[in-house]
Protein backbone atom coordinates (compact mmCIF):
# COMPACT_ATOMS: atom_id res chain seq x y z
CA UNK A 1 0.00 0.00 0.00
CA UNK A 2 1.34 3.41 -0.63
CA UNK A 3 1.99 5.88 2.18
CA UNK A 4 -0.96 8.68 2.75
CA UNK A 5 0.28 11.43 4.67
CA UNK A 6 -3.63 12.23 5.40
CA UNK A 7 -5.97 8.91 5.79
CA UNK A 8 -8.92 7.50 7.27
CA UNK A 9 -8.31 5.25 9.65
CA UNK A 10 -8.94 1.15 8.03
CA UNK A 11 -9.64 0.24 11.33
CA UNK A 12 -11.95 2.81 12.87
CA UNK A 13 -12.22 5.45 9.93
CA UNK A 14 -11.01 8.23 12.32
CA UNK A 15 -9.10 11.17 9.58
CA UNK A 16 -5.23 11.11 10.91
CA UNK A 17 -2.57 13.53 9.11
CA UNK A 18 1.09 12.49 9.64
CA UNK A 19 4.14 14.68 10.73
CA UNK A 20 6.01 13.06 8.35
CA UNK A 21 7.10 11.00 5.15
CA UNK A 22 8.48 8.34 7.42
CA UNK A 23 5.13 7.96 9.81
CA UNK A 24 4.64 4.35 10.37
CA UNK A 25 0.70 5.28 11.21
CA UNK A 26 1.13 6.75 7.07
CA UNK A 27 2.16 3.41 5.66
CA UNK A 28 -0.01 1.15 8.30
CA UNK A 29 -2.79 3.57 7.32
CA UNK A 30 -4.22 3.23 10.94
CA UNK A 31 -4.83 6.07 13.16
CA UNK A 32 -2.27 6.08 16.39
CA UNK A 33 -4.85 4.56 18.78
CA UNK A 34 -5.02 1.52 16.21
CA UNK A 35 -1.76 1.46 15.84
CA UNK A 36 -1.28 0.86 19.63
CA UNK A 37 -3.41 -1.96 19.53
CA UNK A 38 -1.57 -3.96 16.77
CA UNK A 39 -0.44 -6.37 19.22
CA UNK A 40 -3.50 -8.00 20.15
CA UNK A 41 -5.43 -7.84 16.77
CA UNK A 42 -4.54 -9.84 14.00
CA UNK A 43 -6.11 -7.48 11.29
CA UNK A 44 -4.01 -4.71 12.89
CA UNK A 45 -0.50 -6.50 13.08
CA UNK A 46 -0.62 -7.64 9.66
CA UNK A 47 -1.30 -4.15 8.45
CA UNK A 48 2.16 -3.17 10.89
CA UNK A 49 3.97 -5.58 9.66
CA UNK A 50 3.40 -4.98 6.03
CA UNK A 51 3.69 -0.71 6.50
CA UNK A 52 7.01 -1.42 8.08
CA UNK A 53 8.24 -3.92 5.47
CA UNK A 54 7.20 -1.36 2.82
CA UNK A 55 8.55 1.35 4.45
CA UNK A 56 12.07 -0.53 4.87
CA UNK A 57 11.78 -1.65 1.23
CA UNK A 58 11.95 2.19 0.08
CA UNK A 59 14.89 3.10 2.71
CA UNK A 60 12.78 5.38 4.10
CA UNK A 61 13.98 4.94 7.89
CA UNK A 62 15.99 1.79 7.58
CA UNK A 63 17.31 0.18 10.57
CA UNK A 64 20.64 0.49 11.55
CA UNK A 65 22.31 -2.74 14.05
CA UNK A 66 21.21 -3.62 17.13
CA UNK A 67 22.54 -1.45 20.42
CA UNK A 68 22.42 1.33 17.97
CA UNK A 69 21.25 4.62 19.49
CA UNK A 70 18.52 5.92 20.32
CA UNK A 71 16.24 7.45 17.77
CA UNK A 72 17.36 4.53 14.80
CA UNK A 73 14.85 3.73 12.16
CA UNK A 74 12.33 0.84 13.38
CA UNK A 75 11.87 -2.58 10.80
CA UNK A 76 10.63 -5.78 11.57
CA UNK A 77 14.00 -7.02 12.82
CA UNK A 78 14.17 -3.77 15.23
CA UNK A 79 13.71 -5.73 18.48
CA UNK A 80 15.26 -9.41 18.34
CA UNK A 81 13.15 -12.04 17.63
CA UNK A 82 13.19 -16.22 17.15
CA UNK A 83 10.23 -18.16 15.85
CA UNK A 84 6.84 -16.92 16.43
CA UNK A 85 7.15 -15.58 19.98
CA UNK A 86 10.18 -14.49 22.30
CA UNK A 87 12.26 -16.79 23.52
CA UNK A 88 12.06 -18.35 26.55
CA UNK A 89 14.62 -18.47 28.92
CA UNK A 90 13.40 -20.08 32.15
CA UNK A 91 16.20 -21.40 34.17
CA UNK A 92 14.50 -21.24 37.95
CA UNK A 93 10.34 -21.90 37.84
CA UNK A 94 8.28 -18.97 37.54
CA UNK A 95 6.00 -17.84 40.13
CA UNK A 96 3.32 -19.28 37.92
CA UNK A 97 -0.07 -17.57 39.37
CA UNK A 98 1.87 -13.92 39.38
CA UNK A 99 3.14 -14.58 35.91
CA UNK A 100 -0.42 -15.86 34.38
CA UNK A 101 -2.22 -12.52 35.85
CA UNK A 102 0.42 -10.45 33.88
CA UNK A 103 -0.23 -12.75 31.02
CA UNK A 104 -3.65 -12.05 31.28
CA UNK A 105 -3.21 -8.34 32.07
CA UNK A 106 -1.12 -7.48 29.41
CA UNK A 107 -3.76 -5.88 27.28
CA UNK A 108 -5.36 -3.82 30.38
CA UNK A 109 -1.84 -3.22 32.15
CA UNK A 110 -1.31 0.20 30.81
CA UNK A 111 -5.11 1.38 32.23
CA UNK A 112 -3.23 1.39 35.43
CA UNK A 113 -0.21 4.08 34.19
CA UNK A 114 -3.02 5.83 32.29
CA UNK A 115 -5.33 6.17 35.07
CA UNK A 116 -8.01 4.60 32.86
CA UNK A 117 -11.24 2.30 33.92
CA UNK A 118 -11.33 0.77 37.27
CA UNK A 119 -7.52 2.85 38.02
CA UNK A 120 -9.52 5.99 37.61
CA UNK A 121 -9.56 7.76 40.85
CA UNK A 122 -11.22 10.90 40.29
CA UNK A 123 -9.36 14.19 39.14
CA UNK A 124 -7.30 15.24 42.04
CA UNK A 125 -5.88 11.50 43.12
CA UNK A 126 -5.37 11.26 39.11
CA UNK A 127 -3.58 14.94 38.38
CA UNK A 128 -0.90 14.00 41.24
CA UNK A 129 -0.64 10.62 39.66
CA UNK A 130 0.08 11.99 36.68
CA UNK A 131 2.32 14.83 38.39
CA UNK A 132 4.34 12.01 40.15
CA UNK A 133 4.52 9.77 37.07
CA UNK A 134 6.21 12.70 34.92
CA UNK A 135 8.58 13.07 38.21
CA UNK A 136 9.47 9.63 38.13
CA UNK A 137 10.32 9.57 34.28
CA UNK A 138 12.28 12.83 34.57
CA UNK A 139 14.20 11.20 37.57
CA UNK A 140 14.86 8.07 35.12
CA UNK A 141 16.00 9.82 32.23
CA UNK A 142 18.32 11.64 34.91
CA UNK A 143 20.05 8.32 36.01
CA UNK A 144 23.50 8.07 34.08
CA UNK A 145 22.81 3.92 32.63
CA UNK A 146 24.60 3.11 30.10
CA UNK A 147 26.13 0.25 28.30
CA UNK A 148 24.82 -2.67 28.56
CA UNK A 149 21.72 -2.54 30.18
CA UNK A 150 19.42 -5.54 31.82
CA UNK A 151 15.77 -4.48 32.82
CA UNK A 152 13.88 -7.63 34.09
CA UNK A 153 9.96 -7.95 34.55
CA UNK A 154 10.12 -4.99 32.16
CA UNK A 155 6.08 -5.89 31.39
CA UNK A 156 4.61 -3.70 28.67
CA UNK A 157 7.94 -1.81 28.58
CA UNK A 158 6.49 1.83 30.40
CA UNK A 159 9.93 2.47 30.88
CA UNK A 160 11.89 0.39 28.19
CA UNK A 161 12.22 3.56 25.73
CA UNK A 162 14.10 5.89 28.36
CA UNK A 163 16.10 2.70 29.28
CA UNK A 164 17.01 2.03 25.30
CA UNK A 165 17.87 5.73 24.58
CA UNK A 166 20.97 5.37 27.22
CA UNK A 167 22.33 2.49 25.98
CA UNK A 168 21.79 -1.63 24.84
CA UNK A 169 18.59 -2.59 26.40
CA UNK A 170 18.13 -6.37 27.21
CA UNK A 171 14.35 -6.56 28.37
CA UNK A 172 12.99 -9.37 30.32
CA UNK A 173 10.25 -10.57 31.34
CA UNK A 174 8.61 -13.91 32.65
CA UNK A 175 5.43 -13.58 30.99
CA UNK A 176 5.26 -13.14 26.78
CA UNK A 177 2.15 -11.05 26.25
CA UNK A 178 3.41 -8.20 27.89
CA UNK A 179 6.52 -8.39 25.87
CA UNK A 180 4.48 -7.85 22.59
CA UNK A 181 3.28 -4.53 23.93
CA UNK A 182 6.89 -3.57 24.74
CA UNK A 183 7.68 -4.69 21.62
CA UNK A 184 5.18 -2.30 19.86
CA UNK A 185 6.01 0.59 21.90
CA UNK A 186 9.53 0.64 21.11
CA UNK A 187 8.80 0.17 17.50
CA UNK A 188 6.50 2.87 17.87
CA UNK A 189 9.47 5.16 19.65
CA UNK A 190 12.06 3.83 16.93
CA UNK A 191 14.27 1.99 19.60
CA UNK A 192 15.82 -0.97 19.40
CA UNK A 193 16.07 -3.82 22.45
CA UNK A 194 16.19 -7.23 22.81
CA UNK A 195 13.23 -8.61 24.20
CA UNK A 196 13.28 -12.23 25.91
CA UNK A 197 11.14 -14.08 27.77
CA UNK A 198 13.51 -14.86 31.10
CA UNK A 199 12.82 -15.65 34.73
CA UNK A 200 14.05 -12.56 37.00
CA UNK A 201 15.24 -15.45 39.46
CA UNK A 202 17.15 -16.67 36.94
CA UNK A 203 20.80 -16.22 37.14
CA UNK A 204 22.71 -13.34 35.21
CA UNK A 205 23.84 -14.72 31.64
CA UNK A 206 26.35 -11.48 31.22
CA UNK A 207 27.31 -8.93 33.25
CA UNK A 208 25.88 -5.85 32.73
CA UNK A 209 26.53 -1.85 33.28
CA UNK A 210 23.24 -0.83 34.19
CA UNK A 211 20.44 -2.98 35.63
CA UNK A 212 16.72 -1.64 35.85
CA UNK A 213 13.26 -3.10 37.56
CA UNK A 214 10.02 -1.07 37.68
CA UNK A 215 7.24 -2.23 40.12
CA UNK A 216 9.13 -5.81 40.70
CA UNK A 217 10.94 -4.98 43.87
CA UNK A 218 7.12 -4.71 45.41
CA UNK A 219 6.29 -8.53 44.11
CA UNK A 220 9.89 -9.66 45.60
CA UNK A 221 8.63 -11.25 49.20
CA UNK A 222 10.26 -9.93 52.02
CA UNK A 223 11.67 -13.55 52.60
CA UNK A 224 13.36 -13.45 48.91
CA UNK A 225 14.29 -9.85 49.30
CA UNK A 226 17.80 -10.68 49.91
CA UNK A 227 17.94 -13.26 47.81
CA UNK A 228 16.62 -10.95 45.04
CA UNK A 229 19.08 -8.05 45.96
CA UNK A 230 22.06 -10.98 45.65
CA UNK A 231 21.23 -11.66 42.29
CA UNK A 232 21.03 -7.75 41.33
CA UNK A 233 24.62 -7.32 42.51
CA UNK A 234 25.40 -10.25 40.62
CA UNK A 235 24.00 -8.82 37.25
CA UNK A 236 26.39 -5.87 37.40
CA UNK A 237 30.12 -4.93 36.48
CA UNK A 238 31.40 -3.43 39.59
CA UNK A 239 30.77 0.40 39.19
CA UNK A 240 27.35 -0.82 37.64
CA UNK A 241 24.17 0.93 38.45
CA UNK A 242 21.11 -0.80 39.86
CA UNK A 243 18.03 1.76 39.51
CA UNK A 244 14.50 0.76 40.52
CA UNK A 245 11.05 2.33 40.57
CA UNK A 246 8.40 1.20 42.12
CA UNK A 247 5.40 1.44 44.73
CA UNK A 248 4.68 3.20 47.74
CA UNK A 249 1.26 2.05 49.72
CA UNK A 250 -1.82 4.79 49.01
CA UNK A 251 -4.88 3.80 48.75
CA UNK A 252 -5.52 5.27 45.21
CA UNK A 253 -2.62 3.42 43.44
CA UNK A 254 -4.50 0.54 42.93
CA UNK A 255 -8.08 -0.26 40.87
CA UNK A 256 -10.93 0.45 42.57
CA UNK A 257 -11.70 -3.04 43.24
CA UNK A 258 -8.41 -3.89 45.14
CA UNK A 259 -7.55 -3.49 48.77
CA UNK A 260 -4.33 -3.43 49.03
CA UNK A 261 -2.93 -3.23 52.58
CA UNK A 262 0.19 -1.93 53.84
CA UNK A 263 0.45 -4.82 56.70
CA UNK A 264 0.00 -8.20 54.24
CA UNK A 265 2.62 -9.47 51.71
CA UNK A 266 0.10 -10.81 49.11
CA UNK A 267 -2.62 -8.73 47.36
CA UNK A 268 -5.90 -10.09 45.50
CA UNK A 269 -6.26 -8.61 41.85
CA UNK A 270 -8.89 -8.39 39.37
CA UNK A 271 -8.94 -8.03 35.74
CA UNK A 272 -11.60 -6.46 33.55
CA UNK A 273 -13.22 -9.71 32.92
CA UNK A 274 -13.19 -10.44 36.75
CA UNK A 275 -11.07 -13.07 37.33
CA UNK A 276 -8.91 -12.94 40.59
CA UNK A 277 -5.32 -13.81 41.07
CA UNK A 278 -3.81 -13.64 44.70
CA UNK A 279 0.19 -11.67 44.35
CA UNK A 280 2.69 -11.00 46.17
CA UNK A 281 3.01 -7.23 47.04
CA UNK A 282 5.22 -5.80 49.70
CA UNK A 283 5.44 -1.99 50.27
CA UNK A 284 9.11 -1.39 51.52
CA UNK A 285 10.16 1.45 53.06
CA UNK A 286 13.32 3.31 52.65
CA UNK A 287 15.16 2.53 55.61
CA UNK A 288 14.40 -1.55 54.59
CA UNK A 289 15.65 -1.72 51.33
CA UNK A 290 18.46 0.82 52.07
CA UNK A 291 19.62 -1.93 54.58
CA UNK A 292 18.96 -4.62 52.54
CA UNK A 293 20.62 -3.31 49.40
CA UNK A 294 23.98 -2.22 51.09
CA UNK A 295 23.65 -6.06 53.08
CA UNK A 296 23.55 -7.09 49.44
CA UNK A 297 26.95 -5.50 48.66
CA UNK A 298 25.72 -2.66 47.05
CA UNK A 299 27.97 0.58 47.87
CA UNK A 300 26.49 3.72 47.11
CA UNK A 301 22.36 3.26 48.04
CA UNK A 302 19.96 6.69 47.48
CA UNK A 303 16.49 6.27 48.13
CA UNK A 304 13.80 9.10 47.38
CA UNK A 305 10.09 8.97 47.21
CA UNK A 306 7.33 11.27 45.39
CA UNK A 307 4.92 12.58 47.52
CA UNK A 308 2.10 9.83 47.39
CA UNK A 309 2.83 7.05 45.33
CA UNK A 310 6.41 6.13 43.92
CA UNK A 311 10.01 4.99 45.63
CA UNK A 312 13.46 5.86 43.30
CA UNK A 313 16.22 3.99 44.34
CA UNK A 314 19.75 3.87 42.64
CA UNK A 315 22.64 1.51 44.00
CA UNK A 316 26.29 1.39 43.01
CA UNK A 317 27.98 -2.16 42.71
C1 LIG B 1 4.06 -4.85 38.07
S1 LIG B 1 4.57 -5.53 36.53
C2 LIG B 1 5.89 -4.41 36.14
C3 LIG B 1 6.09 -4.23 34.68
C4 LIG B 1 7.07 -3.12 34.30
N1 LIG B 1 8.36 -3.36 34.87
C5 LIG B 1 6.57 -1.77 34.71
O1 LIG B 1 7.28 -1.08 35.46
O2 LIG B 1 5.50 -1.34 34.25
C6 LIG B 1 5.41 -6.97 37.03
C7 LIG B 1 5.97 -7.79 35.87
O3 LIG B 1 6.69 -8.89 36.42
C8 LIG B 1 6.55 -9.97 35.56
N2 LIG B 1 6.90 -11.19 36.30
C9 LIG B 1 6.20 -11.80 37.27
N3 LIG B 1 6.89 -12.86 37.73
C10 LIG B 1 8.02 -12.91 37.01
C11 LIG B 1 9.15 -13.75 37.03
N4 LIG B 1 9.25 -14.76 37.88
N5 LIG B 1 10.15 -13.50 36.15
C12 LIG B 1 10.07 -12.47 35.28
N6 LIG B 1 9.04 -11.64 35.22
C13 LIG B 1 8.04 -11.85 36.10
C14 LIG B 1 5.12 -9.90 35.12
O4 LIG B 1 4.89 -10.64 33.94
C15 LIG B 1 4.93 -8.40 34.96
O5 LIG B 1 5.16 -8.00 33.64
Known sequence: ??????????????????????????WAQLCPDCLGKAGDNPFLRFRLHEALRERSATGVGAATGVGGAAGVGASTGALERR??????????????????????RAWEYDEWYLRR??????????AAWQAELEAA??????????????????????????LAGKGELWAF??????LERARDRLLAHRLRAHLHVRDAWAEPDAPADGLFTGFWLSHVPRARLAEFLGLARRWLSVGGTYAFIDSRYD???????HRP???????????????????????????????????????????????????????IA
Not at 117 to 126: E, L, Q, S, V
Not at 275 to 288: Q, S
Open 251 to 257: PQSSALD
Open 1 to 26: MPFRSTFACLWCGTEHTTRGGDDLEG
Open 117 to 126: GRYARGPIHD
Open 137 to 162: SDWLQGVPLHGRIVELAAGTGWWSPI
Open 261 to 315: SPDEETTVRRLNDGRTFTIPKVFYEPPELERALREAGFLTVDLETTDRFFLLGTA
Open 173 to 178: DGAEAP
Open 83 to 104: GPGVEPVRSVATDNEMVEYYEA
